[in-house]
């Protein structure tokens, strides 16, 4: 059972910036979609970004386009999201999601809380 665990969120001010950060217990190498979902008070999941192998990544809204990137780093099994220009309505638990063809993990989510 792969277990995924998220870090970096936190309280951030408005135009500031988080690095989130999702570690997998195993090898991501068999995941062939990895992404960020993110689920805001009173609002259902929506997608933040997600890059699948030998894709570009690609991101939920023009807006996080601009401001988001996902990356991933496979010799240390992390999937990470650099967010920049953060606006209260990102205010929301950040979920790390990772895929293969058979099966689908999520982790515990972290908060992220954008305030001045």
């Known amino acids: 059972q792969v277990q995924l665990v998220e870090s970096g969120g936190g309280l951030v001010q408005p135009g500031g910036s988080l690095r989130l950060s999702c570690t997998a217990s195993?090898?991501?190498?068999?995941?062939?979609?990895m992404a960020w979902y993110r689920r805001a008070p009173g609002k259902q999941r929506e997608l933040v970004a997600i890059?699948?192998?030998?894709?570009?990544?690609?991101y939920g809204t023009d807006s996080m386009k601009g401001r988001f990137t996902i990356s991933r780093n496979e010799s240390l099994n992390t999937v990470l999201l650099q967010m920049n220009s953060l606006k209260p309505d990102d205010t929301a638990v950040y979920y790390c999601?990772?895929?293969?063809?058979?099966?689908?993990?999520w982790g515990q989510g972290t908060q992220v809380t954008v305030s001045s």
């Open positions: 999601f990772a895929g293969d063809i058979l099966y689908e993990y």
């Open positions: 195993g090898s991501i190498l068999t995941f062939n979609r």
């Open positions: 890059i699948n192998s030998g894709e570009n990544p690609k």
